[in-house]
Antibody
Framework: EVQLVESGGGLVQPGGSLRLSCEASGFTFSSSWMNWVRQAPGKGLEWVANINYDGSEKKYVDSAKGRFTISRDNAKNLIYLQMNGLRVEDTALYYC????????WGQGTLVTVSS | DIVMTQSPDSLAVSLGERATINCKSSQSLLSNSKNYLAWFQQKAGQPPKMIIYWASTRKPGVPDRFSGSGSGTDFTLTISSLQAEDVAVYYCQQYYGTPLTFGGGTKVGIK
């Protein structure tokens, strides 16, 4: 059974930083594309970033470019999202999803950006 | 970026009746005879769950009352006989290219 467990969310002031983690199990992690997708309170889904099998390809939504960095550690079955320069509009539930099309999702970790 | 437009925003259907959700993409999602289109179901307080991929293939365990159709730029999710447990928001998503993009969602409720 695929399991994805996100952590690292919390309350941060505008301009601050957070690093999200996602621990994966139940599938061949080192062969899977991985994604971060976010959902602002009461809103729809927004894809944020993805990373390929070995970390050699990384793509971002325009609003995340230059501020967020996705990475992975295949030895530990972990992916990360380093978020710098956080803005109020980054407030959302951040989900980790496996597969290029986001086949399976974790429960999410809440990021709140507020002064 | 590929824009995904869903309609309607919400609908209410009687139990046992058909529910139909439409999704239109701003460019064709067809490549190598496959449509790079997925449907997700999100129940209240839960993460999204993929129910359909390649526009018409049900994920294992998804009831056969859910079906996907369409090709190119126009797609449809049909729930043939709505059950109480189908109350949710449904999203279409294209994975033809990055950025991956989602439709705005359709809220399905019981009339």
């Amino acid at each position: 059974e695929v399991q994805l467990v996100e952590s690292g969310g919390g309350l941060v002031q505008p301009g601050g930083s957070l690093r999200l983690s996602c621990e994966a199990s139940g599938f061949t992690f080192s062969s899977s594309w991985m994604n971060w997708v976010r959902q602002a309170p009461g809103k729809g889904l927004e894809w944020v970033a993805n990373i390929n099998y070995d970390g050699s390809e990384k793509k971002y939504v325009d609003s995340a470019k230059g501020r967020f960095t996705i990475s992975r550690d295949n030895a530990k079955n972990l992916i990360y999202l380093q978020m710098n320069g956080l803005r109020v509009e980054d407030t959302a539930l951040y989900y980790c999803a496996q597969g290029f099309g986001c086949d399976d999702w974790g429960q999410g970790t809440l990021v709140t950006v507020s002064s | 970026d590929i824009v995904m437009t869903q309609s309607p925003d919400s609908l209410a259907v009687s139990l046992g009746e058909r529910a139909t959700i439409n999704c239109k993409s701003s460019q064709s999602l067809l490549s190598n005879s496959k449509n790079y289109l997925a449907w997700f179901q999100q129940k209240a307080g839960q993460p999204p769950k993929m129910i359909i991929y390649w526009a018409s293939t049900r994920k294992p365990g998804v009831p056969d009352r859910f079906s996907g159709s369409g090709s190119g730029t126009d797609f449809t999710l049909t729930i043939s006989s709505l059950q109480a447990e189908d109350v949710a928001v449904y999203y279409c998503q294209q994975y033809y290219g990055t950025p991956l993009t989602f439709g705005g969602g359709t809220k399905v409720g019981i009339k």
